[in-house]
């Protein structure tokens, strides 16, 4: 059973400014180690790092071109999903290269296959390992 506290709230006037601002964006909270994707105006998502449990590249082609996804899941709330096309994705994925070692590679991760769904899993959180039972005996 996983005890880990919940994530700290981040300041009032820095979650104001993210829903008050330009729609489309996505940053890396560097101080409270949350995602912020503000997909609307007065809309805003946050995900801490802590969270996370798995990071999945997709892609969804329209009539003339491709975009591609980043999903972010998390155990219990919906995953975030974060486009190419969203101000800020660039700066998003340098930053968290160190968090989720392998997220660097996402453009080549998806293979340029017109008009099919591709998902490809970039980074997944490790499970603990179970301490062994030393009553139960390994024999070959």
């Known amino acids: 059973m996983d005890h880990r506290s919940p994530p700290a709230r981040r300041p009032l006037l820095r979650r104001l400014r993210d829903r008050f601002g330009a729609r489309g964006t996505v940053h890396l909270d560097r101080e ?24 999945e590249a997709g892609n969804r082609d ?5 975009t591609v ?14 486009s190419e096309n969203d101000r800020g994705f660039t700066e998003l994925v340098r930053d968290l290269g160190k968090a989720f070692p392998g997220i660097g590679d996402w453009q080549a991760a998806v293979p ?4 099919q769904l591709t ?15 030393p009553a139960v005996d390994h024999v070959a």
């Open 32 to 55: 409270a180690q949350v995602i912020v994707h503000c997909p609307a105006r007065f809309h805003a998502t946050e995900l801490a790092l802590e969270q996370v449990t798995r990071v």
């Open 62 to 66: 329209d009539g003339s071109f491709e």
């Open 69 to 82: 996804f980043l999903y972010f899941h998390a155990e219990g709330v919906s995953p975030l999903a974060v």
């Open 112 to 115: 340029p296959v017109a008009f």
């Open 119 to 133: 998902s490809v899993d970039l980074w997944k959180r490790e499970e603990p390992q179970a301490p062994e039972d």
